[in-house]
């Protein structure tokens, strides 16, 4: 079983940055792939990156490439999204994921959830 619990969401200007952690309980956090997505305000679920437990990342979502950083640091058993560039259109509630399996991560079916955090872009 794996806890997930993420911080750092808040109100940001366009522009602006963020960075969002992710810290997991029990102790096979190194064994899982970690993943972020967001749910903006009427829309679906969507992946935006994802970190394998060797520290392999996975293509960005389209949209955030090159402004957003996905990390780990796996003797905190905390992964995190750096997040540059902030615009608008970035606003949503993110959400960490983990599975053992990236393919459950990257197709947006992890077994682990987070709570999410909301982040907010102000024009």
């Known amino acids: 079983q794996v806890q997930l619990v993420e911080s750092g969401g808040g109100l940001v200007q366009a522009g602006g940055s963020l960075r969002l952690s992710c810290v997991a309980s029990?102790?096979?956090?190194?064994?899982?792939?970690m993943g972020w997505f967001r749910q903006a305000p009427g829309k679906d679920r969507e992946f935006v990156a994802a970190?394998?437990?060797?520290?392999?990342?996975?293509p960005y979502q389209r949209s955030v490439k090159g402004r957003f950083t996905i990390s780990r640091d796996n003797a905190k058993s905390t992964g995190y999204l750096q997040m540059n560039s902030l615009t608008p259109e970035d606003t949503a509630v993110y959400y960490c994921a983990a599975d053992r399996s990236t393919v459950r991560v990257t197709s947006g079916t992890p077994n682990y959830w987070g709570q999410g955090t909301q982040v907010t872009v102000s024009s």
């Open positions: 029990g102790r096979t956090f190194s064994l899982n792939t």
């Open positions: 970190i394998s437990g060797s520290g392999g990342v996975t």
